[in-house]
């Protein structure tokens, strides 16, 4: 599964778009009159596939540092948090820096494994920077999962977390068809922010539930349960602890508070539909 900055699974985020200018359209150039920038750059774009999929600070300052090294860098020095990093290092005797702005991210373990291997190819020397920096933008730029993937994705989460929640056959079913009209929604609100999406999505969920509840007599709660919980922030919540635990506190403290944001909205969107339907 794949999920938004929030920790919450939002398709709408999930589609990769590939650049205006694309990072291999400055390879040649770069490749050829100024590697030591181009070394720069494809630390710092390691950094950031790391940092949108959902790695943790330690392992992306980490991951920069080591390909920076393994390019001949001295003295390196890489800084990150969840909206930037940066990297700073020593070439040829020549001081060299770069940063790049992170505007959203997600979770995906397999871009992740996928930067961690360029990354241990290339200290080993199996690869060279050239086709590390080609294959990361390679990774950049791949395609995301499709809508029909994700809604069925949703709709496995959401019946597989009312069975656990003993959930009869309809109240799995409803959980599903929740869970999956809550994908479709947040797929179509692409353009607002995470929060309200969350917002949004919840008050289907819950609408969706007492609706299955009045018309099947079925247990509202346990459809509700279970098809909110693609809209919580798990995976963030542990990052952020990971982070504080290893002493990046900043990141920690900045990916808890984003993970009480989302549960607040969620929270929020339940408890407002509730209060909205009794009053009708």
Known sequence: MKHNRQGSWV???????????????????????????????????????????????????????????????????????????????????????????????????????????????????????????????????????????????????GAGFALVFQGTVCETAAAAVSAALCTLLLEKLDFCTPSLRTLLGSSLITLAGVTAGGLFSIRANVVILAALMILVPGMLFTTALRDCIAGDTLSGQIRLSMAILTAAAIALGNIGTLLILEAL
């Open 11 to 157: 398709p709408g985020r999930i589609h990769r778009k590939k650049p205006a200018c694309s990072e291999l359209q400055v390879y040649d150039e770069l490749s050829r009159k100024d590697p030591g920038t181009l070394l720069a750059r494809t630390a710092v774009l390691a950094g950031r596939i790391l940092l949108e999929s959902g790695a943790e600070t330690g392992r992306t300052e980490d991951t920069m540092s080591r390909i920076c090294q393994a390019g001949g860098a001295v003295v390196t020095d890489s800084y990150v948090t969840p909206g930037m990093l940066m990297i700073s290092f020593t070439w040829h005797g020549q001081m060299i820096h770069n940063m790049k702005r992170i505007a959203q991210s997600g979770t995906d373990l397999g871009r992740i494994e996928q930067v961690n291997a360029l990354s241990r190819q290339l200290q080993s020397g199996e690869i060279t920077l050239e086709d590390c920096y080609r294959s990361l933008c390679r990774i950049q730029e791949e395609p995301g999962a499709s809508v029909l993937r994700m809604i069925s994705g949703a709709a496995a989460a």
